[in-house]
Nanobody
Framework: VQLVEGGGGLVQPGGSLRLSCAASGFTLDCEHIGWFRQGAGKEREGVSWRSSSDKFTNYAESVKGRFTLSRDNAKNTVYLQMNSLTPEDTAVYFC?????????????????????WGQGTQVTVSS
């Protein structure tokens, strides 16, 4: 059971990146998904969440309107499209997953609720 993030890198302010989170050993379409980030010297914070039913998607206020979480079940991968990036978005980004018996269960949960984590991918926004 493994989650592997990718797509991080260095981007100028105003630019875009698409992060990916690929699963092996289990299928993501049955999982609630969360994206979290941790900046240097900061606590890890939630960015976006999606229920396994895809009925509910939530975003932190700081990224609402700029970030989009999507899921490609055929590739067993979830994505975080990030647009209009600012230096404040600089952080290590993590994807997390957890299976729940109710597909519509609210996915907006703290990091402790999620039990499968990727290793993280660095996003740096700088000119």
């Amino acid at each position: 059971v493994q989650l592997v993030e990718g797509g991080g890198g260095l981007v100028q302010p105003g630019g875009s990146l698409r992060l990916s989170c690929a699963a092996s050993g289990f299928t993501l379409d049955c999982e609630h998904i969360g994206w979290f980030r941790q900046g240097a010297g900061k606590e890890r914070e939630g960015v976006s969440w999606r229920s396994s039913s895809d009925k509910f998607t939530n975003y932190a206020e700081s990224v609402k309107g700029r970030f989009t979480l999507s899921r490609d079940n055929a590739k067993n991968t979830v994505y975080l499209q990030m647009n209009s990036l600012t230096p404040e978005d600089t952080a290590v980004y993590f994807c997390a997953a957890r299976r729940h018996p109710f597909p519509d269960f609210c996915p907006l949960r703290p990091q402790q609720w999620y039990n499968n984590w990727g290793q993280g991918t660095q996003v740096t926004v700088s000119s």
